[in-house]
C-alpha cells in the first residue's frame, strides 16, 4: 500500500535526519585552542542572550561593537535577546540540540553547561581570559559563581551584583522589631509585623527562584557551599541534620505567615510594588534593582524608611557576615566550534573596553579596575551597595537553581511553596525531595 | 465520490500538493519524535537507545504525571462546559433578539485576540489576594467573604483558576461556528414547527439543533482536541503541579529537564488519548442520531 | 394607548387580556434575554476595556493605586515608551506576512485536499482523511526539536517560511476537516449538471465549489489568525534576526532584569499591536455573515 510505503520512508529519513543532526559528537573541538591561526575575517558574529533589550550589558556592547567594526569594516555583532529565561532556555536548548549555537551565547553554571563544556562545545575562559592579561582584573566572586564544581570556568561575568534584604525602618518601628540578627529571629519578626497588619516579606514566587533562595540559606550558614554540592549528587539527604533544620526553616517561615498571602502566583513587579508602596516591609532583592529602590525614582513615601541589611548568619555559622548570595549574572560561553582569530580579536577588544562603558551607566562592573559611577539622583544606599560588592568575602552562596540537575529543580520549585503554604509536611516534603533527587542526581553528575 | 467525471491524474494534482505540504511540515516531525520516544537523549550526549523503558517509567513510576492527567480531564470538563456550553447557549439568545446581534458576536468574540501575555497578567490580577482582586472583592460584595483565597496558590482551586481563562477566551469562537450554523437552518422548517405551536425548548431540541448535529460533532472535536493540546494560560498561570497538565509537564520534561525521549513518549501519550477522545465522540454521537 | 384599540376590533375582551399577558410575559422574558446577554457582553469585554484603561496609567498608580478602578490621570507615555522600546511597525508588518502567509496555505492545501477526499473522491481516501486528522490531535510543542533539526539541515531557519511552515501545516488537518464538512453539504446535483454541461475537474473547482466555500474560508482564515497573530512558540525557536521579529516577540523588550516586566508599556503595545488584527476580524466578521447568509440560500 502507498501510504503505508510513504510512512516507512519517512520514519527512515527521520531517524537518519536525526542521527545526522545530533551527530556522533566524536570530533571534539580543543576547547583549550585559545589562539587560533589565520587572518582576522571581518564578518557578522552572533550572541544569543537573554538580558534586558535596553538594559547596561547590550548598551554597552553595542556601543564596543560599533568601536571595532571602525577598524574593521564589515564587522557586526548580532545580538538576540530573549529576556524572559524559560523562554530563552527553550531557544538554547533547541540551538545546541541541533548543533546550531551561535558564537557566543548565554548560559548559567547548570549540569547542562557542563556537559556542554565536556563535549568541547564551550572555549575554557580561565585560560583565555590569562591569555589576554585579564583574569586579574575580574573579581574573585565575579569568576567564581560562574565556575563549575570542579573549579573550572567557562563562561564570562558581565555583571556584579549583591543580594541584601531591603526593609522598610518605619514598619520595622511600627511593629517593635529589630533587624533579624540570624536565620532563626525571622519567624518572630515576621509575626510582630503580622501582628500589626502588615505584610513581612514580599515574594515574587511566580519566577520559583526567589523562593529557592530561601531555600539555601539555612545550609550556606550551616555548612558553607559543601552541603548542597553533596545534596545534589545524592550523597547528602535532606533527612540529614543539616538538610532537615532548612526544611524546617522554611516551613517555620510558612507558619509565621512571614510572605504574603497568595505569594506563589505574585510576579516579579506586583511583588516589588508590594514594597515600594509601603505594604510589605522586607524584600529580598538584588542590585540590578538599586535604580529602583536606591534612587529618588523611588516612591517619596518610602524613600527615607528604606535602608538594607545581609543574609544574617546563625549560630555557629560556617560562613560570615559578608559572606551571602554575591551573583554575576547569567555568564557569556564563547562557542568553540566557530572560534577563529576574529571572535578572539573582537573578545579582546570588547573585554577590555567593557568594563569603563559599563561601569560609566552607573552599574557595577565585574572587574575591579574601574570606580564606579553613581548617577545624581542616587540615595546614600546606592553606594554602600557599591562599596559592598567590594567586600564581599571568600565564599559566595550559590544559587540552589544553578546547582541542582533540572529535573530535581523543577519539582523542587513546585515543592517548596506547598510546604510553604503547609499543603506538604516537613517529611513529606523531605522524602519526596531525597527520591526525586536519588532518581535523578547522580545520573547528572556522573561524569565526574 | 461525487464527479463523475475525474481522471486519475486531477484526483493526483489536487492531492499531491497537501499530502506533501503536511508530510514534511507535521508528518515528519512528529514521526521523528515518535522515534526519538524510544531513546534517553539530553540534546548534548548521544542518544541512547532504550526501547519502551520511557513509557514504562511514565505510565508505571511517575506520580506527577498521573497527576497531570487527571488535571488535564478535569480541564477538559471545563473548557467543554464553558466553551460548547456557553457557545450554545449565546447562540441560541442571538437568534431570539432582532437588534444588536452583529455587534454583540464582535464584541463576544474580543478575548479570542489578546495576546496570551495580556491574558495571563490579568487573571493574575483578578485572582490575586494581597492586593484585593476583582474575584475576591467581588465574593466581598455579594456577601460571600468566607470564600475569599488566593485562587492560584491554594491547591484546591489552582485547577479550576487555570482552566476558566482558556474556556473563556475562546467561547467566543465556539459561538460563532455554532450561531451560523444555526443561521442555515432552513426558514421554512422553522416556520412551519411555528404552525404547529411548539415552545422554545421544543424548537430548540426538536428543530434546529437536530439539523446542525454535524456541525456539532465537528465543533466538539474542534474544542475537545483543542482542550486536550491546551498549554498557554495553564503555563503562564501556574507553575504548580495542581495546576499542571500533560502538555505543560511534556513542555518542562523536554525544555526545562533536557529529557526529549520521555517528553516525547508523553506526546506520544497524548496523540492516543485525543484518537480515543475522537473515537468516544463519533461512537456516542452515533449512538445518539440511531435512537 | 386608545381604547379602541384594547376594547376594539373582532376580538373578544377576554382574549385581548390573553393577548396583553402574553406580551407582558413576553417582555419578562425578553428582559431576562438581555440582562443574561448584558452580562454575557460585560465579561467578554471587560478584559480588552481593563487592558486599554491599564495602558493609560501612570507607572505609579498602577504599582500602587487599585487595579480595577478608573485612575485619576491618564497618560500617553506608555505608549511613547512602548514605541521607544519596540519597532511595532515591524513587528505588525512580520504578525501580518506570517498570518497572511500561513492563512494562504492553509486555505489552498485544506482546500485542494478536502475536493480531492470529498468530491472526486478515490480508492483509500478514507485512510488519506484519517492521515490529516491525526494532525488535528498532535501536540505542537514536541514538534519542536525534531523541526529545529529539519530546518537547520535546508537552511530555512530565520526565514518567514520557517514560521509560516509548521503554522500553516499544523493548521491544514483542521482545515482539511472544515472543508470536507462543509463538501458534504453541497448538493451532488450541482456537480451532476456541470458534469453534464462538459465542465471537468479544474473547472468544477474554480467556478462551484471555490465561491460556495467563501464563507468556510473566512471561518478558517478567521479561525486561524487569531491563533497565529499571538503564537509565541514557533517565532520563539525559529526567529533570530530582529528584522523578522513578530509581536508576541516583541513584547519581550519591556521585560528587564530578572523578569522585572514594563507592564503598562506591555499593555500600551498590546493594544497598537491588537489593533490590526482587531480590523482585519471586523472586516471577515462581517464577509462571514454574508457569506453565511450567502450560502443558506443558495443551499
Same mark, same amino acid.
Given at each position: 500500500?502507498?501510504?503505508?510505503?510513504?510512512?516507512?520512508?519517512?520514519?527512515?529519513?527521520?531517524?537518519?535526519?536525526?542521527?545526522?543532526?545530533?551527530?556522533?559528537?566524536?570530533?571534539?573541538?580543543?576547547?583549550?585552542?585559545?589562539?587560533?591561526?589565520?587572518?582576522?575575517?571581518?564578518?557578522?558574529?552572533?550572541?544569543?542572550?537573554?538580558?534586558?533589550?535596553?538594559?547596561?550589558?547590550?548598551?554597552?556592547?553595542?556601543?564596543?561593537?560599533? =568601536?571595532?567594526?571602525?577598524?574593521?569594516?564589515?564587522?557586526?555583532?548580532?545580538?538576540?535577546?530573549?529576556?524572559?529565561?524559560?523562554?530563552?532556555?527553550?531557544?538554547?536548548?533547541?540551538?545546541?540540540?541541533?548543533?546550531?549555537?551561535?558564537?557566543?551565547?548565554?548560559?548559567?553554571?547548570?549540569? @547542562?553547561?557542563?556537559?556542554?563544556?565536556?563535549?568541547?562545545?564551550?572555549?575554557?575562559?580561565?585560560?583565555?581570559?590569562?591569555?589576554?592579561?585579564?583574569?586579574?582584573?575580574?573579581?574573585?566572586?565575579?569568576?567564581?559563581? #560562574?565556575?563549575?564544581?570542579?573549579?573550572?570556568?567557562?563562561?564570562?561575568?558581565? =555583571?556584579?551584583?549583591?543580594?541584601?534584604? @531591603?526593609?522598610?525602618?518605619?514598619?520595622?518601628?511600627?511593629?517593635?522589631?529589630?533587624?533579624?540578627?540570624?536565620?532563626?529571629?525571622?519567624?518572630?519578626?515576621?509575626? *510582630?509585623?503580622?501582628?500589626?497588619?502588615?505584610?513581612?516579606? *514580599?515574594?515574587?514566587?511566580?519566577?520559583?527562584?526567589?523562593?529557592?533562595?530561601?531555600?539555601?540559606?539555612?545550609?550556606?550558614?550551616?555548612?558553607?557551599?559543601?552541603?548542597?554540592? &553533596?545534596?545534589?549528587?545524592?550523597?547528602?539527604?535532606?533527612?540529614?541534620?543539616?538538610?532537615? &533544620?532548612?526544611?524546617?526553616?522554611?516551613?517555620?517561615?510558612?507558619?509565621?505567615?512571614?510572605?504574603?498571602?497568595? @505569594?506563589?502566583?505574585?510576579?516579579?513587579?506586583?511583588?516589588?510594588?508590594?514594597?515600594?508602596?509601603?505594604?510589605?516591609?522586607?524584600?529580598?532583592?538584588?542590585?540590578?534593582?538599586?535604580?529602583?529602590?536606591?534612587?529618588?525614582?523611588?516612591?517619596?513615601?518610602?524613600?527615607?524608611?528604606?535602608?538594607?541589611?545581609?543574609?544574617?548568619?546563625?549560630?555557629?555559622?560556617?560562613?560570615?557576615?559578608?559572606?551571602?548570595?554575591?551573583?554575576?549574572?547569567?555568564?557569556?560561553?564563547?562557542?568553540?566550534?566557530?572560534?577563529?582569530?576574529?571572535?578572539?580579536? @573582537?573578545?579582546?577588544?570588547?573585554?577590555?573596553?567593557?568594563?569603563?562603558?559599563?561601569?560609566?551607566?552607573?552599574?557595577?562592573?565585574?572587574?575591579?579596575?574601574?570606580?564606579?559611577?553613581?548617577?545624581?539622583? *542616587?540615595?546614600?544606599?546606592?553606594?554602600?551597595?557599591?562599596?559592598?560588592?567590594?567586600?564581599?568575602? #571568600?565564599?559566595?552562596?550559590?544559587?540552589?537553581?544553578?546547582?541542582?540537575?533540572?529535573?530535581?529543580?523543577?519539582?523542587? &520549585?513546585?515543592?517548596?511553596?506547598?510546604?510553604?503554604?503547609?499543603?506538604?509536611?516537613?517529611?513529606?516534603?523531605?522524602?519526596?525531595?531525597?527520591?526525586?533527587?536519588?532518581?535523578?542526581?547522580?545520573?547528572?553528575?556522573?561524569?565526574? | 465520490?461525487?464527479?463523475?467525471?475525474?481522471?486519475?491524474?486531477?484526483?493526483?494534482?489536487?492531492?499531491?500538493?497537501?499530502?506533501?505540504?503536511?508530510?514534511?511540515?507535521? %508528518?515528519?516531525?512528529?514521526?521523528?519524535? %515518535?522515534?526519538?520516544?524510544?531513546?534517553?537523549?539530553?540534546?548534548?550526549?548521544?542518544?541512547?537507545?532504550?526501547?519502551?523503558?520511557?513509557?514504562?517509567?511514565?505510565?508505571?513510576?511517575?506520580?506527577?504525571?498521573?497527576?497531570?492527567?487527571?488535571?488535564?480531564?478535569?480541564?477538559?470538563?471545563?473548557?467543554?462546559?464553558?466553551?460548547?456550553?456557553?457557545?450554545?447557549?449565546?447562540?441560541?439568545?442571538?437568534?431570539?433578539?432582532?437588534?444588536?446581534?452583529?455587534?454583540?458576536?464582535?464584541?463576544?468574540?474580543?478575548?479570542?485576540?489578546?495576546?496570551?501575555?495580556?491574558?495571563?497578567?490579568?487573571?493574575?490580577?483578578?485572582?490575586?489576594?494581597?492586593?484585593?482582586?476583582? %474575584?475576591?472583592?467581588?465574593?466581598?460584595?455579594?456577601?460571600?467573604?468566607?470564600?475569599?483565597?488566593?485562587?492560584?496558590?491554594?491547591?484546591?482551586?489552582?485547577? $479550576?483558576?487555570?482552566?476558566?481563562?482558556?474556556?473563556?477566551?475562546?467561547?467566543?469562537?465556539?459561538?460563532?461556528?455554532?450561531? $451560523?450554523?444555526?443561521?442555515?437552518?432552513?426558514?421554512?422548517?422553522?416556520?412551519?414547527?411555528?404552525?404547529?405551536?411548539?415552545?422554545?425548548?421544543?424548537?430548540?431540541?426538536?428543530?434546529?439543533?437536530?439539523?446542525?448535529?454535524?456541525?456539532?460533532?465537528?465543533?466538539?472535536?474542534?474544542?475537545?482536541?483543542?482542550?486536550?493540546?491546551?498549554?498557554?494560560?495553564?503555563?503562564? %498561570?501556574?507553575?504548580?503541579?495542581?495546576?499542571?497538565?500533560?502538555?505543560?509537564?511534556?513542555?518542562?520534561?523536554?525544555?526545562?529537564?533536557?529529557?526529549?525521549?520521555?517528553?516525547?513518549?508523553?506526546?506520544?501519550?497524548?496523540?492516543?488519548?485525543?484518537?480515543?477522545?475522537?473515537?468516544?465522540?463519533?461512537?456516542?454521537?452515533?449512538?445518539?442520531?440511531?435512537? | 394607548?386608545?381604547?379602541?384599540?384594547?376594547?376594539?376590533?373582532?376580538?373578544?375582551?377576554?382574549?385581548?387580556?390573553?393577548?396583553?399577558?402574553?406580551?407582558?410575559?413576553?417582555?419578562?422574558?425578553?428582559?431576562?434575554?438581555?440582562?443574561?446577554?448584558?452580562?454575557?457582553?460585560?465579561?467578554?469585554?471587560?478584559?480588552?476595556?481593563?487592558?486599554?484603561?491599564?495602558?493609560?496609567?501612570?507607572?505609579?498608580?498602577?504599582?500602587?493605586?487599585?487595579?480595577?478602578?478608573?485612575?485619576?490621570?491618564?497618560?500617553?507615555?506608555?505608549?511613547?515608551? /512602548?514605541?521607544?522600546?519596540?519597532?511595532?511597525?515591524?513587528?505588525?508588518?512580520?504578525?501580518?506576512?506570517?498570518?497572511?502567509?500561513?492563512?494562504?496555505?492553509?486555505?489552498?492545501?485544506?482546500?485542494?485536499?478536502?475536493?480531492?477526499?470529498?468530491?472526486?473522491?478515490?480508492?483509500?481516501?478514507?485512510?488519506?482523511?484519517?492521515?490529516?486528522?491525526?494532525?488535528?490531535?498532535?501536540?505542537?510543542?514536541?514538534?519542536?526539536?525534531?523541526?529545529?533539526?529539519?530546518?537547520?539541515?535546508?537552511?530555512?531557519?530565520?526565514?518567514?517560511?520557517?514560521?509560516?511552515?509548521?503554522?500553516?501545516?499544523?493548521?491544514?488537518?483542521?482545515?482539511?476537516?472544515?472543508?470536507?464538512?462543509?463538501?458534504?453539504?453541497?448538493?451532488?446535483?450541482?456537480?451532476?449538471? /456541470?458534469?453534464?454541461?462538459?465542465?471537468?475537474?479544474?473547472?468544477?473547482?474554480?467556478?462551484?465549489?471555490?465561491?460556495?466555500?467563501?464563507?468556510?474560508?473566512?471561518?478558517?482564515?478567521?479561525?486561524?489568525?487569531?491563533?497565529?497573530?499571538?503564537?509565541?512558540?514557533?517565532?520563539?525557536?525559529?526567529?533570530?534576526?530582529?528584522?523578522?521579529?513578530?509581536?508576541?516577540?516583541?513584547?519581550?523588550?519591556?521585560?528587564?532584569?530578572?523578569?522585572?516586566?514594563?507592564?503598562?508599556?506591555?499593555?500600551?503595545?498590546?493594544?497598537?499591536?491588537?489593533?490590526?488584527?482587531?480590523?482585519?476580524?471586523?472586516?471577515?466578521?462581517?464577509?462571514?455573515?454574508?457569506?453565511?447568509?450567502?450560502? /443558506?440560500?443558495?443551499?
Amino acid at each position: 500500500m502507498k501510504t503505508l510505503r510513504t510512512i516507512t520512508v519517512a520514519a527512515v529519513s527521520a531517524l537518519a535526519l536525526i542521527v545526522s543532526g545530533c551527530g556522533t559528537g566524536a570530533s571534539v573541538q580543543d576547547a583549550n585552542n585559545i589562539n587560533p591561526t589565520g587572518d582576522i575575517k571581518a564578518r557578522e558574529i552572533s550572541w544569543l542572550l537573554s538580558r534586558p533589550a535596553d538594559g547596561g550589558v547590550i548598551t554597552a556592547m553595542n556601543k564596543i561593537a560599533k =568601536e571595532y567594526a571602525k577598524k574593521h569594516p564589515g564587522f557586526s555583532l548580532n545580538l538576540i535577546t530573549t529576556p524572559d529565561r524559560p523562554s530563552y532556555i527553550q531557544k538554547l536548548e533547541t540551538l545546541a540540540a541541533a548543533k546550531k549555537l551561535p558564537e557566543l551565547f548565554d548560559i548559567d553554571a547548570t549540569p @547542562f553547561a557542563q556537559k556542554l563544556a565536556a563535549s568541547g562545545n564551550m572555549i575554557n575562559i580561565e585560560k583565555l581570559l590569562k591569555d589576554m592579561n585579564l583574569y586579574d582584573e575580574y573579581r574573585t566572586s565575579a569568576l567564581d559563581y #560562574q565556575r563549575f564544581d570542579d573549579g573550572s570556568l567557562y563562561m564570562v561575568p558581565f =555583571e556584579s551584583q549583591v543580594e541584601v534584604f @531591603f526593609y522598610n525602618k518605619a514598619l520595622f518601628k511600627q511593629a517593635g522589631v529589630e533587624v533579624p540578627a540570624t536565620l532563626d529571629d525571622f519567624p518572630k519578626v515576621c509575626k *510582630a509585623l503580622r501582628a500589626k497588619g502588615i505584610t513581612p516579606i *514580599a515574594l515574587d514566587g511566580q519566577d520559583m527562584w526567589p523562593l529557592e533562595r530561601y531555600m539555601a540559606y539555612y545550609p550556606f550558614r550551616a555548612s558553607g557551599g559543601d552541603y548542597i554540592k &553533596q545534596l545534589k549528587r545524592g550523597k547528602a539527604k535532606l533527612s540529614d541534620e543539616v538538610g532537615r &533544620q532548612a526544611v524546617e526553616w522554611m516551613a517555620s517561615l510558612g507558619e509565621a505567615g512571614c510572605f504574603q498571602e497568595g @505569594f506563589s502566583s505574585t510576579g516579579y513587579s506586583d511583588a516589588q510594588a508590594l514594597f515600594t508602596t509601603g505594604k510589605a516591609a522586607i524584600y529580598n532583592d538584588g542590585s540590578w534593582d538599586a535604580s529602583a529602590l536606591a534612587t529618588d525614582s523611588l516612591n517619596s513615601e518610602v524613600r527615607d524608611d528604606v535602608d538594607y541589611f545581609h543574609l544574617p548568619v546563625i549560630e555557629n555559622s560556617a560562613t560570615a557576615q559578608n559572606e551571602y548570595v554575591a551573583p554575576s549574572g547569567i555568564g557569556m560561553a564563547v562557542n568553540s566550534q566557530s572560534f577563529d582569530p576574529l571572535v578572539r580579536d @573582537f573578545l579582546e577588544f570588547a573585554l577590555k573596553r567593557y568594563p569603563e562603558v559599563y561601569g560609566s551607566s552607573g552599574q557595577i562592573s565585574p572587574t575591579t579596575n574601574v570606580e564606579p559611577t553613581i548617577p545624581d539622583n *542616587a540615595t546614600p544606599l546606592y553606594k554602600r551597595l557599591f562599596e559592598d560588592a567590594d567586600n564581599v568575602g #571568600q565564599t559566595t552562596a550559590m544559587p540552589w537553581d544553578t546547582q541542582l540537575d533540572s529535573t530535581s529543580n523543577t519539582r523542587l &520549585q513546585q515543592e517548596l511553596p506547598l510546604l510553604v503554604q503547609g499543603d506538604v509536611s516537613v517529611d513529606e516534603f523531605i522524602s519526596t525531595m531525597d527520591k526525586v533527587i536519588a532518581e535523578n542526581g547522580p545520573k547528572a553528575f556522573a561524569e565526574d | 465520490m461525487m464527479l463523475p467525471s475525474r481522471s486519475k491524474k486531477s484526483v493526483l494534482i489536487f492531492l499531491v500538493p497537501p499530502l506533501l505540504f503536511y508530510g514534511a511540515g507535521v %508528518l515528519l516531525p512528529v514521526v521523528q519524535s %515518535l522515534v526519538l520516544s524510544f531513546f534517553s537523549w539530553d540534546g548534548i550526549s548521544d542518544m541512547k537507545f532504550v526501547g519502551f523503558s520511557n513509557y514504562v517509567q511514565m505510565l508505571s513510576n511517575d506520580s506527577v504525571f498521573w497527576q497531570a492527567f487527571g488535571n488535564s480531564m478535569i480541564y477538559l470538563v471545563i473548557c467543554l462546559t464553558l466553551q460548547l456550553g456557553g457557545a450554545l447557549l449565546v447562540a441560541t439568545l442571538l437568534l431570539q433578539i432582532t437588534k444588536g446581534r452583529d455587534l454583540i458576536k464582535t464584541l463576544y468574540l474580543l478575548p479570542a485576540v489578546i495576546s496570551t501575555v495580556a491574558i495571563g497578567f490579568l487573571f493574575q490580577r483578578i485572582y490575586s489576594v494581597d492586593p484585593v482582586g476583582l %474575584l475576591n472583592r467581588l465574593l466581598d460584595v455579594v456577601g460571600l467573604s468566607g470564600l475569599q483565597q488566593a485562587w492560584l496558590s491554594n491547591p484546591s482551586t489552582i485547577l $479550576a483558576a487555570v482552566s476558566f481563562p482558556e474556556g473563556w477566551r475562546f467561547s467566543g469562537l465556539y459561538m460563532l461556528i455554532i450561531y $451560523a450554523a444555526f443561521m442555515a437552518v432552513p426558514t421554512e422548517l422553522e416556520e412551519a414547527a411555528k404552525l404547529d405551536g411548539v415552545n422554545n425548548w421544543q424548537m430548540f431540541s426538536k428543530i434546529r439543533f437536530p439539523y446542525i448535529r454535524p456541525v456539532w460533532i465537528t465543533t466538539t472535536i474542534m474544542a475537545v482536541t483543542y482542550a486536550l493540546r491546551g498549554f498557554d494560560i495553564p503555563y503562564l %498561570l501556574s507553575n504548580s503541579r495542581y495546576g499542571q497538565l500533560v502538555t505543560t509537564y511534556m513542555y518542562r520534561t523536554a525544555f526545562t529537564n533536557t529529557n526529549y525521549g520521555y517528553a516525547s513518549a508523553m506526546a506520544v501519550f497524548i496523540v492516543i488519548e485525543c484518537l480515543v477522545a475522537v473515537g468516544l465522540i463519533f461512537v456516542f454521537m452515533k449512538r445518539k442520531v440511531d435512537e | 394607548m386608545s381604547i379602541a384599540r384594547i376594547f376594539g376590533g373582532p376580538r373578544t375582551a377576554s382574549s385581548a387580556a390573553d393577548e396583553y399577558h402574553r406580551r407582558k410575559r413576553l417582555s419578562v422574558h425578553g428582559a431576562i434575554r438581555w440582562v443574561i446577554i448584558a452580562i454575557l457582553v460585560i465579561i467578554q469585554v471587560y478584559p480588552l476595556l481593563w487592558l486599554f484603561i491599564t495602558s493609560l496609567r501612570t507607572e505609579h498608580d498602577f504599582a500602587s493605586g487599585d487595579p480595577f478602578g478608573i485612575p485619576k490621570q491618564f497618560t500617553l507615555e506608555n505608549y511613547a515608551r /512602548a514605541f521607544e522600546a519596540g519597532d511595532l511597525g515591524v513587528y505588525i508588518r512580520n504578525s501580518l506576512i506570517v498570518t497572511f502567509g500561513a492563512s494562504f496555505f492553509i486555505v489552498l492545501m485544506g482546500m485542494m485536499a478536502a475536493y480531492a477526499i470529498n468530491v472526486l473522491g478515490f480508492r483509500g481516501s478514507k485512510i488519506v482523511s484519517g492521515i490529516f486528522l491525526l494532525g488535528i490531535i498532535v501536540p505542537v510543542q514536541i514538534a519542536l526539536v525534531p523541526l529545529f533539526i529539519d530546518y537547520s539541515q535546508i537552511n530555512l531557519l530565520d526565514t518567514y517560511a520557517s514560521m509560516i511552515i509548521p503554522l500553516a501545516g499544523f493548521a491544514v488537518p483542521m482545515s482539511v476537516f472544515l472543508f470536507s464538512s462543509f463538501y458534504n453539504y453541497i448538493p451532488k446535483e450541482t456537480y451532476e449538471a /456541470a458534469s453534464l454541461d462538459g465542465a471537468g475537474p479544474y473547472r468544477i473547482f474554480w467556478q462551484i465549489t471555490l465561491p460556495l466555500s467563501l464563507n468556510t474560508i473566512v471561518t478558517v482564515v478567521l479561525v486561524n489568525s487569531i491563533f497565529i497573530w499571538n503564537e509565541f512558540i514557533f517565532a520563539n525557536t525559529f526567529v533570530l534576526s530582529d528584522g523578522l521579529k513578530t509581536i508576541p516577540l516583541g513584547l519581550q523588550n519591556y521585560i528587564g532584569a530578572m523578569g522585572n516586566t514594563d507592564w503598562t508599556a506591555t499593555f500600551a503595545a498590546v493594544c497598537v499591536t491588537i489593533t490590526p488584527l482587531m480590523l482585519i476580524f471586523m472586516v471577515l466578521n462581517k464577509a462571514m455573515i454574508q457569506g453565511l447568509e450567502g450560502g /443558506a440560500t443558495k443551499g
